[in-house]
């Protein structure tokens, strides 16, 4: 892509050891080394992403970079949606599982070599649109109704700021030992589902370590949904160690999978949108009328 002009949009608070890593400023000098026009972006809190992405974008910039993790990049998408600007990342974030789905490198010199090629791909995104009051939400990697957005909202910052994804871990299973699930139902295609739990999937990866949605795919216009209806936390526990080894099962009673373009869910649950608190039901999930281009390796 010729006359390319980027900015870079950088939180300097993401993830961990942050004094450890690269400075900001040297990463710029290395895209501009590369030939890459770039001009840095600092945010300096909530929707700051948002803004600049979507101004840049609206001002020529061909190519919006996020240098951080997955709460900055969905920040950034929010903004960049239905423009002709493209994505790319530097993963410097707790998880950066949108990176490790596009199979970005984590060395931050061969993400950045990544990013100065300037080789790109469609992806597909969900919408989560709320119903009490319109408002709506892009994602790229999935939403979550249930357990996973009540861990969301439980996780201490301080404490995922220390320890990175350790502390949804910890949140997680300490919630688990007490959680008692509000079943809420799903509309899918003219059926109705009873489920505790689902996954809205656009991509195969959750939160990084888990494959709950295996077949969902970013290029693919489509979710993968995971519906569990189970009562029993000791079956969320098997379901989990499924997870994290070979993928949620198929074939276990409790747990079923949907391809879908739409998703309606009622109920009293919570929802959270790659990674981030979203709200609560009722909600909608389509897949946006709108996509991007990702630079990818």
Known sequence: MSNRKAIIISNPKTGRYVSRRQSIEELVSNLTSLGLD???????????????????????????????????IN???????GTGA??????????????REIGLPMKIDEAIAVAARGKSRRVHFGVAIDETNNTQRYFALMAGIGL????????????????GKGAFWLSGLSHLA???????????????????FAAVGKGAR???????????RLDEPQFEVCIIDTLSRFRYLQFLSYAMREGMPRDKQGVRFIKTTKVRAIGDAAVQVDGELSGQLPMR?????????????
């Open 38 to 72: 770039v001009e840095l972006k600092l945010t300096a809190g909530p929707g700051d992403a948002t803004r600049i992405a979507a101004k840049a974008a609206n001002n020529g910039s061909t190519d919006v970079i996020v240098a951080g993790g997955d709460g900055t």
């Open 75 to 81: 920040e950034a998408i929010q903004g960049m949606m």
């Open 86 to 99: 493209r994505l790319g990342i530097l993963p410097r974030g707790t998880a950066n599982v949108l990176a």
């Open 148 to 163: 996973d957005a009540s861990v969301v909202r439980r996780v201490d910052p301080r404490l995922k700021k220390r320890i």
């Open 178 to 196: 007490t959680w008692n699930p509000r079943p809420f139902k799903l509309e899918i295609d003219g059926e109705t589902y009873n489920a505790t």
């Open 206 to 216: 959750y939160g990084g370590d888990l494959m709950i949605t295996p077949r969902a």
């Open 285 to 297: 999930f389509e897949i946006s009328p709108h996509s991007l281009e990702v630079i990818v390796p």
